[in-house]
């Protein structure tokens, strides 16, 4: 029997980067194949050609045998390739089955439709009703009606790029089963992830790249997650030492925080109390989408709605003052979108110092200290290793993970008291995510309280001293790292916590 | 097949190029349309593009119709720069003249006047286009009332106003009726700083606006916070940047300073009130802003160039029979002009067969 899809030699190249160079992936007929890789590795690109978003510049594509151009993604839903992407392309106020007609041709019935998505839901057991908005599902119900969308089409070959990034540990575990009873049936699946654990438990072949090119092809089943990294970053990967921490007085507290939602689709905070201790670092559970961003722009200051007694620093209430009042006393923040909000991208990275660092040093009488904030980011550049031509090469210049370097040791350099930190190491690759995970814990050790906001349940359990879980804009009670498991985390990311402390709190 | 490929970074050699080009191109297009018209388009671009540098006189002229130019183009890059979207400078140029307008009217006695006096009524002109700038600021600020249609709207407001004034009691009691106030005193009038042109010290004055705007955007940190505004509200909420701040700086700043250019105007070549004291120049100042790269230094280069082509209009209506509308043509192909050669900046062409 031929494989299902074959590609030959695949090459794109862009501008300054080539993308895949000289590609090969065979996926057989009802197999589970994993495409794993760093960010930048070239997985994204691969994976739009296939679905003919991109054409390749070189190479060929053969599908069930034949040669085939995938010219666009309409001739790839004709062959029958489904795609679910990372980013869902819903609109909020519309309803599941109206969202699903619009990818199908003019006058298909709404009644039939939402009778096949209730059909081909319950056969895969995805929950999923067709009425509702979309504004009111969570992440994970979106997600449904992605596949959904996709499964409609009856595909041959069903591509999930990076789809776990935004599930709870149960939802994954329901969302496998769903992939293998597709595969049972005879679809393959292209699973896109650079997580080493699920492709482990759920492929059965796997594809590795590492910068544009194909580093190996294995059975995952018969890899420890130490050789396919190795496959994956050409490393072991780097081992974190975590010292026990010695919490001293809080830093920063929350008290009752309840907050009105800003805008229709926000979410509202209500009841959130916790401390971040000096000298430890609070790990913030949970899945995106819950309060996490409101939570922390009102901690940040970025939105001062608060009651001023609801968040107190160092014993103060700070509710309604400033970002620059707060970040003046010793307050810092390593925002979740690096490009746009945490560095200016035309700006130089010497010029990007100024966004954080506005004190005596390199502000004079209203002037901008030129030399200075140069050789600020020229220690930065240094210290901390970022890939940069150096303090003049513009912010945009830099790869993910060599801002993200450079965003950490510029607010680390503040020596703050209190850092706040949204998804550190997202997107950002392995040996940098050690890099950057090793500087929190140093500024932790140095006293510094440190609150860490991740959607990656691995990180949390590596960094945390104690751990909280935000779910529908509310705050678990804290609990110790050693004392927790990721089974009850996970159940908590569903809101299901006990709400006087329960086992394991502290 | 000629083909427009992205670049992997944007050209700093285009950035250059594109303005000058623009201006080639604007050339380009007038010879085909003195061409069309049945004009030698070779002595018709000659005079529109030499005669008015021709000698003490011509270059002193184009200095006149530099100063308010590109006095209002410097307050108007530190606007753009801010994202404070500000087109409405033609009408705080015209509260400004009134302002200065009024002002002498008031107080010019035929004896007084002097260079104290003469700040002051500068001084008003500063105040009256930052009152009209300020109209827009408060309610984007207070309302969110959208800056383009607001101040837009208020020039029609202002030159309404003015025609009010000078139909009323600004007007001129000896003179016939006609629509304008009386001539300023000598004591009023801004001196000639080449003897026997009519170049006034307001194109010190421009020159000094661009040079400060210069240090104020490259060097201050007040200046960082409006740019950063600008390219990245985000980053700016992050910084802890007040874009209230911001919007109340900017608008002021390009009120002000098109309040001044108007104050000049009136004391400078046209010493009096009438209904019709500015060409366009507020609209010609955004043109000139964006030719000049929103760049203060750069702006002094693009205002030469506008002043050129509106003493090239006046004089190929005389010498050419050509509409007034000639210059707006102009204007508006070197704006054009300006936008299609941006494209190269971030694109190359490609020759593929």
């Known amino acids: 029997m031929s494989p299902r899809l074959a590609l030959q030699q695949i090459t794109k190249r862009y501008p300054s980067v080539v993308a895949n160079d000289a590609v090969d992936l065979v996926v057989q007929p009802g197999q589970i194949h994993a495409v794993l890789g760093e960010n930048g590795a070239g997985k994204s690109t691969l994976m739009k050609i296939i679905y003919g978003v991109v054409r390749p510049d070189a190479g060929s594509i053969f599908w069930n045998g034949a040669q085939a151009h995938i010219a666009s993604p309409q001739v790839a839903r004709e062959l029958g390739i489904g795609m679910v992407f990372q980013h869902f392309s819903l609109f909020d106020t519309l309803t599941v089955a109206e969202n699903i007609a619009l990818g199908l041709p003019a006058g298909t019935r709404m009644d039939e439709l939402a009778r096949r998505i209730a059909d081909t839901a319950r056969q895969y057991g995805l929950d999923l009703e067709p009425e509702r908005h979309v504004h009111t599902l969570s992440v994970g119900e979106r997600q449904r009606v992605e596949i959904v969308r996709a499964l409609l089409g009856r595909p041959q070959l069903l591509i999930l790029d990076e789809p776990t990034s935004v599930l709870t540990p149960q939802a994954v575990q329901r969302l496998f089963e769903t992939l293998r009873q597709l595969a049972g049936e005879g679809c393959s699946i292209l699973y896109i992830s650079h997580k080493l654990d699920e492709i482990r438990s759920l492929c059965q072949a796997c594809t590795v790249m590492r910068a544009g090119k194909v580093t190996g092809v294995c059975d995952p089943r018969h890899e420890t997650a130490s050789s396919l990294s190795r496959l994956m970053t050409g490393a072991e990967p780097p081992a974190l030492v975590h010292r026990d921490a010695q919490p001293g007085k809080p830093l920063l507290s929350v008290r009752d925080l309840t907050l009105e939602r800003s805008h229709p689709y926000a979410t509202a905070l209500s009841g959130i109390s916790f401390d971040v201790r000096q000298g430890e670092i609070l790990g913030l559970a949970g899945v995106s989408g819950n309060g996490q961003q409101e939570l922390l722009s009102v901690l940040s200051g970025e939105d001062n709605r608060a009651q001023a007694q609801a968040i107190l620093l160092d014993g103060q209430p700070i509710g309604r003052k400033s970002v620059a009042w707060r970040r003046a006393r010793g307050m810092g923040l390593v925002p979740e979108e690096r490009l746009g909000r945490g560095a200016v991208p035309e700006l130089t990275l010497a010029q990007n110092m100024l966004l954080s660092h506005q004190g005596g040093a390199t502000v004079r009488h209203g002037m901008v200290r030129r030399r200075a904030i140069a050789s600020l980011a020229h220690g930065i550049i240094e210290r901390f290793g970022v890939r940069a031509a150096g303090p003049h090469a513009t912010a945009a210049s830099l790869s993910g993970g060599n801002l993200q370097k450079y965003i950490i040791g510029r607010e680390v350099t503040r020596t703050p008291r209190v850092l706040l930190v949204a998804q550190p190491t997202w997107g950002v690759d392995v040996s940098a995510a050690a890099r950057i995970r090793t500087e929190l814990l140093a500024l932790r050790s140095a006293g510094c309280a440190v609150l860490v906001i991740s959607e990656e349940l691995d990180e949390l359990f590596e960094i945390s001293d104690r751990l909280i879980v935000m779910a529908k804009g509310r705050v678990s009670p804290p609990i110790s790292r050693t004392a927790a498991t990721r089974d009850q985390v996970g159940r908590w990311m569903s809101g299901l916590w006990p709400e006087n402390g329960g086992v394991g709190a502290c | ?353």
Not at chain 2, 13 to 22: C, D, K, Q, R, V
Not at chain 2, 149 to 167: N, P, T
Not at chain 2, 192 to 200: V, Y
């Open chain 2, 1 to 353: 097949m000629l083909r427009l490929e992205p670049r992997a970074r944007p050209s700093a050699w285009m950035a250059w190029l594109s303005p000058l080009l623009a201006v080639l191109l604007t050339m380009l297009c007038g010879f085909v349309l003195f061409l069309a018209v049945g004009k030698d388009p070779v002595a018709s671009l000659s005079v529109f593009f030499l005669e008015p540098l021709r000698g003490l006189q011509g270059w002193s002229e184009v200095g006149v119709k530099m100063a308010p130019l590109l006095m209002i183009a410097v307050g108007l890059s530190l606007c753009f720069r801010a994202n404070v979207f500000n087109i409405g400078a033609e009408g705080q140029f015209v509260v400004g003249a009134i302002a200065a307008g009024a002002l002498i009217l008031r107080i010019d006695n035929d004896a007084n006047g002097g260079f104290w006096l003469m700040s002051l009524a500068l001084l008003a002109g500063v105040l009256g286009g930052m009152a009209w700038a300020s109209v827009t600021a408060w309610l984007r600020d207070r309302f969110n009332a959208n800056e383009i249609l607001v101040s837009l709207m208020l020039v029609y407001v202002a030159e309404l106003l003015l025609s009010y004034l000078v139909h009323g009691v600004l007007m001129d009691p000896d003179g016939f009726g006609f629509p304008q106030s009386r001539l300023f005193s000598d004591g009023f009038l801004l001196p000639a700083i080449l003897p026997g042109t009519r170049l006034h010290p307001g194109i010190l004055l421009a020159l000094g606006a661009a040079m400060l705007g210069w240090l104020f955007l490259a060097r201050s940190f007040a200046g960082f916070r409006l740019q950063v505004g600008g390219m990245a509200p985000l980053a700016a909420r992050y910084a802890g940047f007040s874009s209230r701040r911001s919007l109340w700086l900017a608008m002021l700043a390009s009120g002000g300073l098109a309040g001044l250019a108007g104050a000049c105007e009136i004391m400078g070549p046209i010493g009096q009130l009438t209904p019709s004291i500015s060409p366009g120049y507020g609209f010609a100042a955004i043109i000139v802003a964006f030719v000049g790269r929103l760049h203060p230094i750069g702006v002094i280069f693009s205002s030469f160039i506008m002043a050129v082509l509106y003493i090239g209009g006046e004089l190929s209506q005389s010498r050419l029979g050509m509409p007034s509308a000639i210059t707006g043509i102009f204007q508006g192909i070197l704006l054009f002009a300006l936008l299609a050669c941006d494209v190269l900046i971030h694109n190359r062409l490609r020759w593929r067969p």
